[in-house]
């Protein structure tokens, strides 16, 4: 079968739950200052609490599909209950099933969204069967397709990268990526960094685009100078609430967000992504396809779940369209 796109990445079970009483505490021993805290050996009772289909490759499929485009998921679930429930998900999006396997040996992938309304959340994930798939397991002779999404790869899954990429350029199939998973170590970095001259949209947040060249997070332009020099393609930044700026290796685009509510940004990058590739390939055009995409984003923000806010094709939103500026 013939695909517009074939999606790769993680695909987990999602919980949420959600309480005004946990506690933001400042700590230098956290990662990023801040920790979200329970009381130790007491309950708390939640506000909400919700399961929903999460993980980056499953995220994407069901974007894409939303947008009118006939696509494919190719990842790797448990038997087992939340792997059942997965599946249901991507049916009801009209994702195929036909490169996905189901794991004897692994779980699903599974995460709990810790969420303080307003304030922020913490993820807590369990590696599964997703995270085991490597270029082994890939149907190579049935990925046929106009387009590969390949998403963040963790675990064993990085070893997918290089040889998707390889396939999709000797097949003259064009690749997308949001290769986050792909900087987890120095090795990894090296890897992607081998790999970039093949990729045809490049996704990356700015603190990721700061980590892959190694220029200062603030040094917007020569951190593009520099991607510019690896990637053929287009260069996308994120950077969440401060808009988006995308390189087409001559000019830069730059546009903001919309004023619009929040409920929880889980997923937005990802609806980001899908739909700004959704709205090249549809026009080809820089412009529509970072307004397609944040509008995605901004729709994502406002239920929780990660596949619960996804914009069908011709819908915006109730929000205008972001201003888009050519530098």
Known sequence: MNYDIITFGSATQDVF????????????KFATKKGLCVPLGSKMRMDDVLF???????????SFSEQGLKTAYCGMIGKDAFGQEIKKELKKHNVSLDLMKESNEFPTAFSVILSLPEAGRSILEKYGAC?????????????????????????KSH???????????????????????????????????????????????????????????NKEKEIFQKLDEWVDGI?????GPRGVTVSDGKNLYSAGIPESGLVDRTGAGDSFASAFVSGYIEKNDIAHAIQLGTANATSCLQ???????????????????????KI
């Open 17 to 28: 739950m959600s309480s005004k009483k946990l506690e933001v505490v400042e700590d230098e």
């Open 52 to 62: 929903a289909m999460g993980g980056c490759g499953t995220n994407s499929a069901a």
């Open 131 to 155: 995270h085991e798939l490597t270029d082994k397991d890939i149907p190579f002779d049935k990925l046929k397709a106009n387009w590969l999404y390949i998403g963040s790869l963790s675990g």
């Open 159 to 217: 070893q997918m990268l290089v040889p998707l990429i390889d396939f999709a350029n000797k097949n003259n199939i064009k690749v997308a990526s949001n290769p986050a998973g792909s900087l987890k170590t120095l090795e990894h970095t090296e890897i992607l960094k081998s790999a970039l001259n093949k990729i045809d949209i490049l996704i990356l947040n700015q603190e990721e685009s700061s980590k892959l060249t190694g220029i200062d997070f």
């Open 235 to 239: 260069v996308v930044m994120n950077k």
């Open 303 to 325: 239920k929780m779940g990660a596949t619960n806010g996804l914009l069908k094709k011709g819908e915006w939103g109730s929000w205008e369209k972001v201003e888009v500026t």
